[in-house]
């Protein structure tokens, strides 16, 4: 999430404005959409490494490498053994997720055309599991099954690797890969996790993972077709990959109370078309010239965690140009981006930094380069002394450097800067562990350059080990073409349970 998700409210919507058009992945890495609080509390601060040279990237259960919650997978024997079928290990393998919760929004709307409830029920089923086909080779599957009682939220299911529709499917896949290990290297083949970046609440180079964002208080990451290699470096990580789809995240009906003020969910603000002219979505095609080509080092040093990548690909933020008189498009187009960062743990404080440069080809958007800064820290002291186990404060400064203008060309109405979240902003979250089954956050965020925000509470109780109720609430404010402007009328509070097998 770990972006895709809603943590703080405005900090993961953020991410969310864009991730979820289709135009974004640049998200929070924590997968619950507010954030799973004992998770983040349990975190450590600096990132894993890759395992050491000999250690199989099948026998871990970190989801860089491969999305299984499961236990490690061993290497198990080739004799024939019922354990040893592959439908018997899906079965005995599997891992459920029960999400049930309840929205309510205090507020309506004037248009009677916003499906504006007061109550909405929303409910995930997840699968989780696998099973080794051959020692080296392990099959991964994760699916959900998702309820809403908001209208036109969802429509069939299943979606198609290059699928063009945003529409949220009832029932779809967010992993469904085949891993191979050969020593050191591993290739990965197929829908799967893609998640980069160091960042706690906000980065801008983790990006390359859609999402479903249909309603965004519940977004979560629906993985990415891929081809991978990844090569054990010592305890350090190489990766290749090649992105053949031009994946997009799933976002809010048009007439969603999320949907916001302009024709568009990618853009807080939008240029006025004219009368009569229309707005179409154009999407790049399967050739090999429109795939995404991704590279990635990631390592640890003296006591730092860092990482570099780069990537050529289409671009997550969208541009406006001009097709024909009465005819605009909402267009990405290709890009460079290079990205880079590092983080540190000393003491209870950690700290981290990254950036990521993107430079349009032909000059068709805004070069640009996206930037964070934060830290976190663990109290014990103070928080003993109020009776409570641990205090985490956790605060990113993210903005943005303009490199060049986009060409003065007439088809192009817009760049991509209104579609882009989080140019000069603070994001802040303090996380409280009252005890072993008890927390509780405050947190929110500013945007400096639109004078907008987003404040939100929440606690979490672990009634067990596997059953876990929590409870929401989020505010925003700001003018009706800003990031969280748009929401001011969905203040909501949320409660719901989530259950696990």
């Known amino acids: 999430m770990r972006i895709s998700s809603l943590i703080l409210a405005g900090p993961i919507l953020a991410g969310m404005v864009v991730t979820a058009a289709g135009t974004a992945q640049a998200k929070d890495k924590i997968d619950d959409s507010f954030g799973d609080i004992e998770s983040q509390m349990e975190a450590q601060p600096v990132k894993k490494a890759a395992p050491p040279a000999g250690k199989s990237m099948l026998d871990t259960s970190d989801d860089e490498f491969l999305d299984t919650a499961a236990p490690a997978a061993k290497k198990e024997s080739k004799a024939p053994q019922t354990a040893d079928n592959p439908f018997a290990q899906l079965v005995k393998r599997a891992q459920y997720q029960l999400d049930l919760f309840t929205t309510y929004f205090p507020m309506g709307y004037s248009n009677r055309q916003v499906v504006d409830d007061h109550a909405v029920g929303w409910s995930k089923f997840q699968i989780t599991t696998r099973a080794s086909l051959t020692p080296d080779t392990q099959f991964n599957l994760k699916m959900h099954a998702v309820g809403s009682t908001a209208t036109n939220e969802h429509k069939g299911v299943f979606t198609a690797p290059g699928a063009h529709g945003n529409r949220a499917k009832w029932v779809d896949v967010d992993t469904l890969s085949l891993a191979h290990q050969m020593g050191s290297n591993t290739v990965t083949i197929g829908k799967a996790p893609l998640s980069m970046g160091v960042s706690t609440l906000y980065s801008p180079a983790d990006r390359f993972e859609p999402s479903y964002a249909a309603d965004p208080t519940q977004a979560f990451r629906t993985g990415r077709w891929q081809a991978r290699y990844d090569r054990a470096v010592g305890d350090d990580q190489f990766t290749l990959a090649v992105l053949p789809t031009d994946d997009v995240s799933v976002v809010p009906h048009k007439n969603s109370r999320w949907f916001g003020g302009t024709s568009s969910y990618a853009f807080t603000a939008m240029p006025a078309l004219g009368a009569g002219a229309s707005l179409a979505e ?42 024909g008189a009465a005819m605009s498009e909402i267009y990405r187009p290709m890009a460079s981006t290079l990205a880079a960062g590092v983080s540190t743990t000393i003491d209870r404080w950690e700290f981290h930094g990254e950036a990521s440069w993107q430079i349009a080809s032909h000059n068709q958007d805004q070069d640009f380069i996206k930037h964070v800064v934060g830290f976190s820290y663990r109290d014990s002291a103070l928080a003993n002394s109020l009776g409570l186990d641990e205090i985490q404060p956790i605060l ?36 409280f562990r009252i005890s072993n089954a008890w927390s509780t956050y405050v947190g929110g965020a500013r945007n400096f350059v639109d004078g907008d925000h987003s404040a939100s509470a929440g606690a979490e109780y672990k009634y067990a080990e596997d059953i876990k109720f929590k409870l929401d609430m989020s505010a925003f404010g700001g003018e009706p073409d800003t990031l969280y402007g748009r929401w001011r009328r969905n203040d909501f509070i949320r409660f719901g349970v989530v259950l696990n097998h």
């Open 396 to 431: 990113e400064y993210a903005g943005e450097l303009v490199t060049d203008q986009q060409s003065s060309s007439g088809q192009f109405l817009a760049n991509s800067s209104s579609s882009r979240p989080l140019r000069d902003a603070v994001l802040g979250r303090v996380i």
């Open 282 to 323: 154009n999407y790049h095609d399967g050739a090999a010239r429109n795939w995404g080509y991704l590279g990635r080092y990631k390592g640890t040093a003296g006591g730092f965690d860092y990482f570099g990548l780069a990537h050529y690909g289409p671009t997550i933020y969208p541009i406006l140009r001009q097709r």
